[in-house]
């Protein structure tokens, strides 16, 4: 090779070692596009984002510790990161336990507050962003401190340099403002990202999503000990352990009979193992209502997801109004009108008619509204006729939107006869009521009409 070929190699060498490797160090420069994780994690995603409600996306921010970059996803779609910026945290490693410990704390945080540079002292640079740490769990756990922001810096921006801020670049700082800032954003601030196959993630999104929904369906709707079932045995909530804690459901169970609970904005997010499941809760029961932000903190306790922590605090929420007589007494006619209609079309073996007394959503005896149609469309096939009275009839309003409708159910056909306490319980929507669930206590057993007739629960 000759002389000058091998310099100008050698000069071109040089030129690429300083913009791969020292000019991102020098400039810190964030990725502003979508970006490629490595081989290592291609096709993974972060185990710590693991539900939000497909129609309220938002945005979530992963710090990771360990690399000193913040992720920044859209959570309804979180197969790649939609930016990276590179963060500043604690110089002294570890999670924030103390006051003054120079630590970044780990967990799950929301931001709660913004400060503009106009109300900033310089050295929180161009904004500023307060999160609820000490959050709920920190203050029960015992960890101290207060004032952890995440803010921009007028100096240039160094790894692990940080009295326990997470501080990002001025430019940065004002871009992230347009996605932190908005509603539910979630701040996850981690040692190091665990990266896992999508389909795991979506196998225990199902799972803890059912979890939530049991565990509501449980205390709504369910005896105490099924409910206190989703508890850890060591769980302690306002100053009561899992025995006190399930006495004082019992205890408003016995004031109140039957209560409505209903959860919007569901997040579920992972931080080391711990779960947390955060939503705003509505609860209606007889002469009470209540509307706050719940969250759920769940652990895998051997096989199973248990709850380890609860916490409640009350938010102001749509102003909720006893329903007048005359007005409960519409909501009756309606609801007496929708049961007639319905035991109307079974008997008449009316398909169409009957499921359309259904919500969309219902849900009962394993079934969902089109298997519960099957079902019955077996039923009607092999019986010729059918015979539904209905005695002793029950409603109970339990909120503008819910009611449930108690009574006993006589069920008569050419080859099967039963006789139960049947619940259904109802949702308004449209302006409609429709039916969302039933549960049957069959009374007795079920007799059979002809000798070799199939034995079939009425529901």
């Known amino acids: 090779m000759n002389r000058g070929l091998f310099l100008k190699s050698a000069l071109l060498g040089i030129e690429i070692f300083l913009l791969v490797i020292i000019y991102p160090q020098i400039s810190g420069a964030a990725l502003i596009k979508p970006v490629a994780l490595g081989a290592e994690v291609k096709d993974l995603v972060p185990d ?31 197969d790649h990161p939609l930016k990276v910026y590179p963060c500043s945290t604690g110089e002294n490693k570890g999670p924030k336990s103390n006051k003054d410990d120079k630590r970044t704390p780990e967990g799950v945080y929301f931001v709660t ?9 310089s050295i929180y640079g161009a904004l500023a962003f307060a999160i609820d740490y000490p959050n709920p ?26 009295n ?27 040692q190091k990202i665990n990266f896992i196959e999508k389909k795991r993630l979506q196998t225990e999104r199902a799972e803890l999503r059912g979890f939530i929904m049991d565990w509501l369906e ?16 060591g769980f302690t909530a306002a100053g009561k352990n899992w025995h006190q804690w399930s006495a004082h459901k019992k205890r408003l169970s016995g004031r109140y009979g039957e209560i409505d609970i209903k959860i919007d904005n569901l997040q579920i997010l992972k931080e080391d193992g711990i779960v947390l499941a955060k939503f705003d809760q509505t609860y209606w029961a007889n002469g009470f209502f209540s509307f706050g932000e719940k969250r759920l ?60 007394s259904y919500a969309e959503d219902f849900f009962s005896q394993g079934l969902d509204r089109q298997g519960w149609k099957r079902h019955k469309s077996e039923i009607n096939k092999r019986y010729g006729q059918i015979r539904v009275t209905i005695g002793n009839l029950k409603i109970r309003l339990l909120s503008p939107q819910r009611a449930t409708v108690h009574f006993e159910q006589d069920y008569s056909s050419d080859k099967y006869h039963d006789r139960g306490k049947k619940t259904i319980q109802l949702i308004k929507r449209d302006g409609k009521w429709k039916i969302k669930k039933e549960t049957w206590v069959l009374l007795g057993s079920g007799k059979r009409r002809k000798e070799g007739a199939l034995r079939t629960k009425s529901f």
């Open 48 to 78: 710590s984002l693991i539900y939000f409600h497909p129609q309220n996306p938002g945005y979530a921010l992963l710090v990771e510790k360990s690399t000193q970059k913040a992720y920044l996803y859209r959570t309804d779609n979180i």
């Open 113 to 121: 507050n913004s400060i503009s540079k106009r109300n900033l002292p």
């Open 137 to 162: 769990r920190d203050r029960k756990l015992g960890r101290k401190g207060y004032g952890i922001w995440i803010h921009g810096t007028n100096e240039i921006l160094k790894p692990w340099d940080t």
């Open 164 to 190: 326990g801020c997470i501080v990002f670049r001025n430019e940065d700082i004002i871009e992230l403002s347009g996605y932190i800032g908005k509603k539910h954003a979630a701040i996850i601030i981690i």
């Open 218 to 233: 449980a205390w709504g709707h369910g005896p105490i000990d099924l409910y206190m079932f989703f508890y850890y045995k």
């Open 297 to 356: 903190y769940l652990e895998e306790k051997g096989p199973e997801w248990k709850i380890i922590d609860e916490f409640f605090k009350r938010k102001k929420g749509p102003a909720q109004k006893v329903a007048s007589r005359p007005k409960r007494e519409e909501e009756f006619l309606a609801i007496k009108r929708l049961i007639s209609n319905w035991q109307k079309a079974w008997q008449e073996k009316d398909l169409q008619s009957y499921i359309a």
